[in-house]
């Protein structure tokens, strides 16, 4: 059931907002200079979202949502699914990019036990 949830929250409502409204579809061919700076912002929303999440909805992630190294890896993920959303014109390449992500550190490298309440 766990894998279920991933894709719709974080991976697919997060991709939805920040890769999809932030960056504009066709941003490509505006330039590669444009798509940089249209993912540099998206990323930049999406890595702050993370602390706010955790201090405003979800307190048994604080530590780790605050956690400097954590949001280095969060910014990792916001790159690689900004450009990939970029490349493809589809949400559907990052949602899979960050599902994938999330799921095989939550099931295997117990991601699951920092931050949900079991």
Same mark, same amino acid.
Do not use: D, Q
């Given at each position: 059931?766990?894998?279920?949830?991933?894709?719709?929250?974080?991976?697919?409502?997060?991709?939805?907002?920040?890769?999809?409204?932030?960056?504009?579809?066709?941003?490509?061919?505006?330039?590669?200079?444009?798509?940089?700076?249209?993912?540099?912002?998206?990323?930049?929303?999406?890595?702050? &979202?993370? @602390?706010?999440?955790a201090?405003?909805?979800?307190? *048994?992630?604080?530590? +780790?949502f =605050?956690?400097?190294?954590? /949001? $280095?890896?969060?910014?990792?993920?916001?790159?690689?699914?900004?450009?990939?959303?970029?490349?493809?014109?589809?949400? &559907?390449? @990052?949602?899979?990019?960050?599902?994938?992500?999330? *799921?095989?550190?939550? +099931?295997? =490298?117990?991601?699951?036990? /920092? $931050?949900?309440?079991?």
């Amino acid at each position: 059931m766990l894998p279920i949830i991933l894709f719709v929250f974080p991976s697919l409502l997060e991709e939805a907002f920040f890769r999809g409204v932030l960056i504009p579809r066709n941003i490509l061919a505006s330039g590669h200079v444009k798509v940089a700076w249209s993912v540099a912002i998206s990323t930049l929303v999406f890595v702050a &979202w993370h @602390p706010f999440n955790a201090l405003a909805f979800n307190p *048994t992630a604080i530590s +780790l949502f =605050l956690n400097p190294w954590f /949001l $280095v890896m969060v910014g990792a993920m916001g790159v690689t699914c900004g450009y990939a959303y970029a490349v493809s014109r589809s949400i &559907w390449v @990052p949602v899979i990019i960050h599902w994938a992500a999330v *799921t095989v550190w939550a +099931l295997f =490298l117990g991601g699951r036990n /920092l $931050v949900l309440e079991l």
